[in-house]
């Protein structure tokens, strides 16, 4: 009789697929992560009054953190690297160096009235998702609010989770 139970235990063990628990709790952590750095460059551009952009790179798996220049051609302000609060280095995230996670970066589209879709969300000074092209020189820059609720989506195996901007306000919701 041990000898049936213990066969029955091992077919049944085949045949039930196993159930993924880490995967939706790993999803929640880098949605997190992704919400937070959203968030932190909202703050930084109402606080500093300077544009801040969350570039997501979908083939390298990186989220990064940075100012835009004031003067000149708007590009990125690399005389004033924005830092982590909380570590203090340069806003970097990675989602491919932490292979036990499995998270991806699935998707990050950010669609600005232009027609311009993109993967970074950029903020302006009063805290609105804005993009901004030109030369402040010249004062020929454009800026270019988003059309729709910008969507970063994550994904570990079947388990999704998505981050969203909210086109009128910046709000960062998951």
């Known amino acids: 009789m041990v000898l ?12 039930i697929p196993k159930a993924d628990v880490v995967g ?25 009054g300077a544009y801040h952009v969350v570039k997501l790179d979908t083939a390298a798996q990186t989220l990064r953190v940075y100012r835009l220049t004031t ?22 995230l990675s989602f491919s160096n932490d292979p036990a996670s499995g998270t991806t970066i ?4 950010f669609k600005y009235q232009s027609g311009l879709t993109s ?3 950029t903020f302006s ?10 030369t402040w020189f010249l004062k020929l820059f454009v800026t270019d609010p988003l059309q729709t609720d910008g969507v970063v989506t994550l994904r570990r195996g079947s388990a999704e989770r998505t981050v969203t901007v909210a ?4 709000r960062v919701t998951s």
């Open 125 to 134: 000074p009063d805290g609105a998702p804005a993009d901004i092209r030109g």
């Open 4 to 15: 049936v139970v213990a066969v029955l235990a091992i077919a049944a063990a085949l045949v």
């Open 119 to 121: 993967t970074y969300a």
């Open 71 to 92: 003067s000149g051609v708007v590009a990125e302000d690399t005389t004033r690297q924005v830092l982590h609060p909380v570590d203090m280095r340069n806003y970097n």
């Open 106 to 109: 699935a998707s990050a589209v």
């Open 167 to 170: 086109a009128a306000t910046g």
């Open 24 to 48: 939706p709790a790993a999803v929640n952590v880098a949605a997190v992560q992704v919400a937070n750095a959203l968030r932190f460059a909202r703050r930084e551009a109402i606080r500093t």
